[in-house]
Every structure is written in structure tokens, then in C-alpha cells.
């Protein structure tokens, strides 16, 4: 059974192999999760340092854009379903389809659990933590390979397509954006949001909160706040399927032939930290340098990383301060830059749509882009070219399947 998942790569990856005689001078990062974070930073770092990303999945499978994802629309696919192997800047980083399964800060280890079961211990001289969230039924730390994640995919398109009623539970971003696409995509089903609050999109500004709340009743999404769902488990909210929901304050139980869970019930992929780098919700606990307490040679950034209320160093630049700052650590300068995450969460709601893309900002100001602009600028020049580092477009993969 093979676990060496880039053709190109092989020898890299096997026990004991020696680093080759050009990576000997540089000291080595791992990075632990090559989500959306994990890419920028790892690409990022390569030029200076050995980098060896660990992932659960040989894809990027973002967590952006779940209407759009639940829609089959193809733009998801292409912006962001991305097999590792295409973005440009990760071609000198070493890839491993694997686990952390326990880190040692002071002897500078990592255990993993191959994705063949094997396991393997890895040292390194820095650490970024990058392993990200679950959520609902779409972020998980699962091993998949790329069929699988295809197969599952398809498997939850087809779900929706099926059901003529669609639940929809939590008021975040996640839930507005499938609750829109779906009602846009299938304009005959039922499509029901539930939330807790009486606003939607809690931390987003008031005007952000309203102008969806409008735009989701014009398109036909039946809207019900003051509605908090009991949940039964956790495995109920990782999973697609219908059933009746109950509501903490005794309003009438609601029956969907679909339920989608993205009440914000977040699980933190951090068990394989000591308890001692957590915060109580077991968030990775990262200063203003993206470093964590206590640590100087440990890093945290993306959904796990405890940076502030929002916890949004996915976004704003961060991997950029990470980077800098882990640099400047190995030549042993004082770290030059500070994360300043804004006070309100900001960004595009529902997504690319056929008249184009809302962005909302951090005031509540919102600017239309043009679907060309999107189209044509946004997406290929500024997000997988200027962003990313550029993605070379689809070719036969080079993915080694393990059986
Ligand atoms: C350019 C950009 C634009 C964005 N725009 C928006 C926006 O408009 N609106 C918005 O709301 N958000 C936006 N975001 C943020 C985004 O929604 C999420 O916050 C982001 O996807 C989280 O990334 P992450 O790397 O923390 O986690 P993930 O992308 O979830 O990656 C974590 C990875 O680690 C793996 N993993 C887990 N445990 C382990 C382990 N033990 N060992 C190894 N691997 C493990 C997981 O399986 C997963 O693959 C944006 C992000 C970026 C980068």
C-alpha cells in the first residue's frame, strides 16, 4: 500500500531518508494542515526554509462558499477543490497524506498516522499549526483521497437535488449562503432558515446583517429567528440527511427531508496538542505575532488558532505576518509584524452569483463587482495568481490513490 501521494516526491517521503545535502543549511518548518492556510503559508515559506506540509487530504477542499458548493456549481469546484500538486508555490514543499497524532515541543517532534496506517515520527525546528476546524457536515480531519472526496461530494449534491424541503440551522455566514444558493438553484423547494438570535450573521455589521435578511426573504427563503435547535449529538450535525427539528424554547417541531447543520458547533482539530497550548474551548492560544504562548518556535493561524473573538486569520493577510515573523525567529531577529484583525467580520456573503459579487466590508459598506471583473481579474489574477502564487490548470493527477 502506497503513502507517497506526488509521484515526484517519493523518496522523500520513506523512513530515515537523509535531507538532501541543498536543504541541509535551512532550518525545517512542518506544517500540520494544508488547508487554506496551511498552502499560503507553506508556499510561502519554501523559499527560505525545508517546508513539509502534513494533510489528511491530498486536495484543497475549502470551506468557503457552502452554497455554492452544495449547488454543483462549477465555479467551487475550480476555485476551490484544488488538488495540492497544482498550486505553483507548493512544488518545493514536501507533501505527506498523514495525521499528527502528537506533538513534543521540546524535542521538536511530531508523530503521525500515515493515511496507509503506518506511523512515522518527523523532527522539526518550527511548527505552524494549521489543522483548522470541523464543521457541520462539510469540514472534517478525516483521511480522503481524492475519489473519495468526489464520491462524497457528488453524494451531497445529489442529497439536495433529491429533497424538496431544506432546513437550514444556523444564521452565520455558511447558513445564509446555502439557504440563498439553494432557494436561487431550486426555486420550487422549500427552503427554511432557522437561527437563534433575532439577527443573522452575528459579528458582521448591522448593515451586513439587514441587507441579507432582506435579500433572503426577496429571494423566498422562508426566515423563522429566535429559533434555537436542540441537538441531539454531534454526529447528527455532521451529517446530511432529514428528519424533525426541535427547538429549545418550544416552538412547534419543524420536519425537512433534508436538514443542513451550520449552527457554528466548531471542533477545534487539536488533540494531538498538549492541553497546555490550548484555550477552554481548545483553541490553539496565538499572541499578536501569530505565535503561540509559551512557544517561541510554535506558530497557529487559520480557524484553530485563537488570535481574537473572531478568530479571522484565515483572512486579513495573516499568513504574511506568520511568515515574516517566523523569519525573523530563525535569524534570531525581534519579530517585525503584528496580526490587527478588524473588529467586524467582512467579506462576500453568498458568493459569485450571475450579476456578480457583493463584497461586504468591515463599516457594513457593500461594492458590487461586475461578473466579469469576478470572472476574469478577481478570481485568476488575484486569487489563484497574486494570492495563491498561481495554479496550473487541470492535467492528469500525479496522485498516487492508496487502495
Ligand atoms: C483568500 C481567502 C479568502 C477568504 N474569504 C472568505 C470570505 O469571503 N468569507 C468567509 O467567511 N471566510 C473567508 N475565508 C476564510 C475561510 O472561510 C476559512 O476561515 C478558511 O478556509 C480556514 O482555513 P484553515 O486553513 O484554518 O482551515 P482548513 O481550510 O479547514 O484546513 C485545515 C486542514 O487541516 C487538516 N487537518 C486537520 N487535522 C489535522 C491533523 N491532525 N494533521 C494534519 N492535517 C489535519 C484538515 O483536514 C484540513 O484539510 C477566506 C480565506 C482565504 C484564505
Redesign the pocket.
Known sequence: MSTNYFSGMSNRFMKDAPASPASGALPTVLV???????I?TAGRLSRHCRVIG????PLL????ELGLRLTGHAQWRRDYLTPLDRYRRLSRVEIIHG??IRVDPVARTAALELAGGEHRSLHWDYLVI????SNGFW???RFETHQLIESRLNAQIEAVTAASSVAVVGGG?SGVSAAYNLKRAYPNKEITLFFSAHELLPGYPKKTQHYHQKLLARQGVVLHGGHRAIVSSDAVTSRLQGGRLEFEAGQPSFQAELIIWAAGRLKP?TD?LPKDMLDAAGFVRTDAHLNVEGYARIFAI???AATDPLRCS??NWAYKVLCRNLRARVTERPMPARFNPPSHRW??IVGPQPTGLRLHGPTGNSHALPRWLVHWLLYPLI?RGF?YGGVRSSRKMSVTQDS
Open positions: 500540520l494542515g494544508m488547508g487554506d492556510t496551511g499560503l502534513v494533510t489528511t487530504k477542499v475549502s470551506g468557503q495525521r499528527a494549521a489543522s483548522g476546524v469540514r472534517d480531519d455566514p482539530h494531538f487559520g480557524d484553530v484565515a483572512r467579506g462576500s486569487v494570492i
